[in-house]
């Protein structure tokens, strides 16, 4: 089994930063491909960045270009999301997910691992 612990939520004003972790635990030779999602108030979750285990190929959300980028440590089992000009609209519960495929998924469903997320907060 593998274990995601997600910290760095919080609250910031609009046009601020964050930087979200994901700490990776257990049986991390099984952990490839990993991912943020994140769920908004009322909607469903949604994919917001992948990143390959070498870390040169990573995805975004088209709401989040620009002004989110992942990251990954591997030899730390640690995976980043900084994220910079923060909107309302970002506000949400991130959460990480991980699997055991070499190829970046945007779908929730094709991971198999997640935490338990942690909330960023928004304000005007």
């Known amino acids: 089994q593998v274990q995601l612990v997600e910290s760095g939520g919080g609250l910031v004003q609009a046009g601020g930063s964050l930087r979200l972790s994901c700490a990776a635990s257990?049986?991390?030779?099984?952990?490839?491909?990993m991912g943020w999602f994140r769920r908004a108030p009322g909607k469903d979750r949604e994919f917001v960045a992948g990143?390959?285990?070498?870390?040169?190929?990573?995805y975004y959300a088209d709401s989040v270009k620009g002004r989110f980028t992942i990251s990954r440590d591997n030899a730390k089992n640690t995976m980043y999301l900084q994220m910079k000009t923060l909107k309302p609209e970002d506000t949400a519960v991130y959460y990480c997910?991980?699997?055991?495929?070499?190829?970046?998924?945007?779908?929730?469903?094709?991971?198999?691992?997640w935490g338990q997320g942690t909330q960023v907060t928004v304000s005007l």
């Open positions: 997910a991980a699997d055991g495929t070499l190829s970046v998924h945007t779908r929730e469903s094709e991971y198999d691992y």
């Open positions: 257990g049986r991390t030779s099984s952990v490839y491909t």
């Open positions: 990143i390959a285990w070498t870390g040169s190929n990573t």
